[in-house]
């Protein structure tokens, strides 16, 4: 009920970050550390919630994020959600420098459709249909 209310004396900001606001947060990460998120925020007049900033923190502006190009990675992503499931902090912490968000969405973009594609070859081949489109 308190959020509720601070958050309707303040107009939040919604949509895109800006680089002015990207270079906000990171002079206040710097200064204050990655915790207290809500104070950060406050702190430093961007209009979002702590959240926000914490995530736009997390994927896009940490120094230690990798970005870019999964591939080298996928197969050992596809050993450690056989043995993990879809716990992607887990999977996270096992590859240095990628986010859960980053894995999540690479395994659910292009990973998991290659192996739905190649146990459906799989089984239609296992049952002795084959299938061949035209």
Not at 51 to 73: A, D, F, M, Q, V
Not at 103 to 111: C, D, L, M, Q
Request: aromatic letters at 12%; proline letters at 2%; a positive charge.
């Amino acid at each position: 009920m308190v959020y509720q209310a601070a958050m309707q004396e303040e107009k939040s900001s919604k949509g895109p970050w800006h680089e002015e606001e990207d270079e906000l947060l990171v002079t206040f990460v710097t200064l204050f550390g990655e915790r207290r998120w809500d104070y950060i925020a406050k702190a430093s007049g961007l209009k979002r919630s702590g959240k926000s900033c914490r995530l736009r923190w997390l994927n896009y502006l940490c120094p230690n994020i990798k970005h870019g190009y999964i591939s080298t990675e996928e197969e050992q992503i596809i050993q450690l959600h056989k043995k993990w499931g879809n716990k992607w902090l887990r999977i996270a912490r096992s590859l240095p420098g990628r986010t859960d968000n980053e894995i999540k969405n690479y395994w659910r973009t292009r990973i998991r459709k290659k192996i739905q594609a190649q146990e459906q070859g799989a089984l239609l081949f296992a049952s002795g249909f084959l299938m061949i489109a035209v």
